[in-house]
């Protein structure tokens, strides 16, 4: 198992994203908006660790817990279901690759097939 994606919520992804390339030197990798062209997120890279820094965590609900994520990169997402569920593991949330689920103390996990590289 190896780190996917650290997801970060953020105010203002612009300004979260000068500081971490800016300072860190981060290079970024993508930007993402809403349908309204409203900056949703901006993509960075740590050394093959993918920084998302979001206005909106996917799969945020009240069970969601903090605002980060921690992502592991898996190839069978529907093995991953089985194996969380029989865990007694509760997935809160999903998009067409990752899905969402707590640690014990709350920390919000995912599972992910999402491509790194395109």
């Given at each position: ?43 960075l890279e ?31 997402l529907a ?18 690759h990752t ?20």
């Open positions: 198992m190896r780190p996917h994606h650290l997801a970060l919520r953020v105010a203002d992804p612009a300004r979260s994203a000068s500081f971490y390339a800016g300072l860190l030197g981060l290079t970024e990798r993508a930007r993402h908006h809403d349908p309204d062209g409203a900056l949703r997120s901006v993509w740590a050394e093959g660790l993918l920084l998302m820094l979001e206005k909106r965590l996917a799969g945020e609900g009240p069970e969601a817990g903090s605002g980060h994520l921690l992502a592991f990169v898996v190839d069978d093995g991953w279901e089985s194996r969380l569920a029989a865990a007694g593991a509760i997935v809160h949330g999903r998009t067409a899905l969402y689920f707590c640690d014990p103390d709350g920390h919000r996990l995912g599972v992910s097939t999402f491509p790194l590289e395109r």
